[in-house]
């Protein structure tokens, strides 16, 4: 029992810091290498912003979402495509900024792949987590539910590609 409880602790510290993330307040996107060097805090924007309750420390939702904003406006290496066939959940503008940033994520995990179908993909599945970690404090999505089953039965990619064709 002993040894568990440090254990423990060491689980519970990562975690409680996995939800630590700081704003740059200093952030200046003016070359590639500027995009480049904020990577890592984009992951780490994206991370707060899915694992952080909805109704939790909603000033600095916004500004961890500007901050995201900004980089994905001049990004050279990321792309987001904004599809009315695809985003069917605009009621619900937190579930589109975890879109957008489950695609980026996507994208600078896999060697800036420029696939849509997979970035879509990787969007929808962040918004899928998302969603269920505060569909509570969001209230029931008819488009997010259907996109719950359609993953549910393994179909979720093949429609999503057949939307983008």
Known sequence: MKKIIPILVLLISYSL?????????????????DF????LGIVQ????????PVNQEPQKRK????????WLE???????????EIITFLDCPDCLMIFMGGWTIHTLNNNYDK????????????VMDFYQ???????????IEKYLKLEEKGKLEPFIADKLK
């Open 45 to 52: 924007a994206y991370n707060w912003l899915l694992n952080t």
């Open 63 to 70: 500004e961890v979402n500007a901050f995201l904003m900004r």
């Open 17 to 33: 810091s996995a939800q630590e993330f700081e704003v740059p307040t200093n952030a200046t996107f003016n070359t590639p290498q």
């Open 36 to 39: 480049k060097n904020f990577e």
């Open 74 to 84: 001049g990004s050279p290496s990321v792309t987001v495509e904004i599809n009315p």
């Open 115 to 126: 696939d849509p179908v997979k970035g879509a993909t990787a969007g929808i599945r962040g």
């Open 133 to 143: 970690k505060n569909r509570e404090m969001l209230g029931k999505n008819k488009a």
